[in-house]
């Protein structure tokens, strides 16, 4: 069996640990990396989109970053209780046209024993910027530890 850690049930501290190192995944925009966090048969709702199993998931997260190019991405947490998460998430991304877009959302994790995500629930509103409003500007790859978090940006 596959763990994970850190594993439920969490403290404040293993909660805020578990969401930095989703939000350094995702910031990798690395399918098969990022799938390895999640249970072989994880459930997930994202916009209009239900991939379940880590092989849609990656074929999942393949189409979006070639959709949303140069993606940069903070988490933060909401709440945390037992095997759950809640978080916060900004992203930001251009199109093949070049318009940026700061997307807004929230996600609701859950974890198995072995702290495996096997289910996420995201809603997510897109918001179109200038290029110029850009807040997300470190080079790709996880955001570095210095750079404000969401509260920090007030967003």
Do not use: C
């Amino acid at each position: 069996m596959t763990s994970k850690p850190p594993v439920p049930p969490f403290t404040h501290e293993t909660a805020v640990q578990k969401v930095r190192m989703a939000e350094d995944a995702w910031n990798s925009q690395d399918p098969e990396r990022i799938s390895l966090a999640y249970t072989a048969d994880s459930r997930w709702r994202n916009r209009a989109e239900f991939p379940v199993g880590r092989a849609q998931i990656v074929e999942f997260l393949k189409r979006k970053w070639v959709r949303e190019q140069d993606y940069r991405l903070i988490k933060e947490l909401w709440t945390f209780a037992g095997n759950r998460i809640a978080v916060r998430f900004a992203y930001e991304w251009h199109d093949d046209n070049g318009q940026w877009f700061r997307s807004y959302g929230n996600e609701n994790w859950e974890f198995d024993e072995n702290g495996l995500m096997r289910r996420r629930l995201a809603s997510i509103n897109d918001l179109a910027i200038a290029a110029s409003e850009r807040k997300f500007l470190w080079p790709s790859g996880p955001r570095p530890a210095d750079h404000p978090s969401l509260s920090d940006l007030d967003l």
